[in-house]
T-cell receptor
Framework: QQQVKQSPQSLIVQKGGISIINCAYENTAFDYFPWYQQFPGKGPALLIAIRPDVSEKKEGRFTISFNKSAKQFSLHIMDSQPGDSATYFCAASRGANDYKLSFGAGTTVTVRA | DTGVSQNPRHKITKRGQNVTFRCDPISEHNRLYWYRQTLGQGPEFLTYFQNEAQLEKSRLLSDRFSAERPKGSFSTLEIQRTEQGDSAMYLC????????????FGPGTRLTVL
């Protein structure tokens, strides 16, 4: 049973455009929501993370929006670049105990020059 | 490079053989996690250690799987009597200071069972 649902499965965006990826969760015990970026043949790398006490977090061109009441969060990639072409995973974990991550299924982003 | 290393990077084996993977964590990271990632899917939690103690095992970890972390340093994941369904990327991640949730992933070991 997948605890974090992610959409879309893939998206194509023009260089300079905005990429938006959405995730939803059910477990209200989750209190840490990271986004990971993965290139082919590599392990996931942390991109940005948020806790439920804030509604938005921005780091450079990457922004997480968080809606606690709807149990949804999203990643916005502004001014998308060809180097952003990768697979992005949302995840969630409970900070009090084990911190094990539950991942979404991933979104493959292709940025066309 | 996150500082977490995994060996081997690729392993091809025949069904029924045993395989062992190794993960070397960032030094002083007391928590170590194993995940499995199949093609087109997100990583799935397998097990984790705090120092040398294995604290949780997923239902995905059948009796053919065993993991160890002697002395709380490197960790090994062994799969006995491999099956074709075991073909996947096996990822190791480590986590450091209390209160900091970030997990640093290694490059993974790609297992192909023929």
């Amino acid at each position: 049973q997948q605890q974090v649902k992610q959409s879309p499965q893939s998206l194509i965006v023009q260089k300079g455009g905005i990429s938006i990826i959405n995730c939803a969760y059910e477990n209200t015990a989750f209190d840490y929501f990271p986004w990971y970026q993965q290139f082919p043949g590599k392990g996931p790398a942390l991109l940005i993370a948020i806790r439920p006490d804030v509604s938005e977090k921005k780091e450079g061109r990457f922004t997480i929006s968080f809606n606690k009441s709807a149990k949804q969060f999203s990643l916005h990639i502004m001014d998308s670049q060809p180097g952003d072409s990768a697979t992005y995973f949302c995840a969630a974990s409970r900070g009090a105990n084990d911190y094990k991550l539950s991942f979404g299924a991933g979104t493959t982003v292709t940025v066309r020059a | 490079d996150t500082g977490v290393s995994q060996n081997p990077r690729h392993k091809i084996t025949k069904r029924g053989q045993n395989v062992t993977f190794r993960c070397d964590p960032i030094s002083e990271h007391n928590r170590l996690y194993w995940y499995r990632q199949t093609l087109g899917q997100g990583p799935e939690f397998l097990t984790y250690f705090q120092n040398e103690a294995q604290l949780e095992k997923s239902r995905l970890l059948s009796d053919r799987f065993s993991a160890e972390r002697p002395k709380g340093s490197f960790s090994t994941l062994e799969i006995q009597r491999t099956e074709q369904g075991d073909s996947a990327m096996y990822l190791c991640a480590t986590r450091g200071l209390a209160g900091d949730n970030e997990q640093f992933f290694g490059p993974g070991t790609r297992l192909t069972v023929l």
